[in-house]
């Protein structure tokens, strides 16, 4: 049997299996030619290992390292999806993942007024509602607070549903300016709330404004009290 070059530097690497590795011992012992072509192999391989194998016991450098660390991370959904649950803890904020996704195609219900006019201002009886109603509360003129948080500069917003509109305001100066408008809300459909509700579009548009989570009852109470004021 001919030991091809490749066959020989298999075995002297240890990775020929029991029936090859005795063919090539029987061949090596019939032709002293091979055998000092293994030799010269095995010497090849120590004079290499004892050049490089020092190197390679050698730490990565940081440089080389990093991008492979950053490369893989991976993101904690599970702590993603506890973030955005906890805009949902309190039993008035509570809307089914389906009403929140419906609320994507109400997008075009609602229109941002950052920066506006005066006339963005709440009238008196939505303002009276926001100065004091507690979230999930509807009150004597129909306006029912959804929620309250801070949106991204601190600024202490509700969102609101009241007869045939509803929006989010944040309490600028003295008063309540609306930046965002939406379409009837909970207080003209009843208490049962469908999928994809100018509601749950305002609750969508919160959550991309607020800087956190939602104040809680607590919190909400003090901000109440203190009129309002950051």
């Known amino acids: ?80 999806r506890a973030a955005r649950q906890r805009w949902f803890e309190r039993p008035a904020l509570r809307y089914s993942g389906g009403a929140i996704a419906a609320a994507l195609a109400l997008v075009l219900l609602v229109t941002l007024n950052r920066g506006g006019e005066a006339s963005d201002m709440a009238g008196p009886q939505l303002a009276q509602a926001l100065d004091s109603q507690a979230s999930g509360v509807a009150g004597a003129n129909g306006t029912k607070v959804l929620l309250s948080f801070r949106d991204q500069a601190g600024t202490l917003c509700r969102g609101y549903s009241a007869g045939a509109a509803s929006g989010i305001a944040c309490h600028e100066g003295k008063g309540w300016k609306i930046h965002v408008k939406g379409g009837a809300g909970a207080s003209e459909q009843g208490d049962y709330r469908q999928a994809g509700s100018a509601d749950a579009a305002i609750m969508a548009a919160a959550q991309d404004m607020a800087a956190g989570p939602a104040l809680d009852a607590d919190q909400e109470a003090q901000a109440i009290k203190a009129g309002w004021e950051p």
Do not use: F
């Not at 240890?14 to 029936?19: M, R, V, W």
């Not at 032709?31 to 020092?54: I, N």
């Not at 950053?70 to 904690?76: F, H, L, R």
């Open 1 to 80: 049997m001919t030991i091809s070059p490749e066959m020989l530097a298999a075995y002297a690497d240890g990775e020929l299996d029991e029936l090859n590795a005795a063919r090539v011992e029987r061949a090596l012992s019939d032709d002293p030619a091979l055998a000092g072509q293994l030799e010269a192999m095995m010497s090849l391989k120590l004079t290499l290992a004892a050049h490089y194998d020092p190197i390679l016991a050698q730490p990565l450098p940081d440089r080389l390292t990093a991008p492979i660390t950053e490369a893989a991370k991976v993101v904690d959904l599970s702590a993603v």
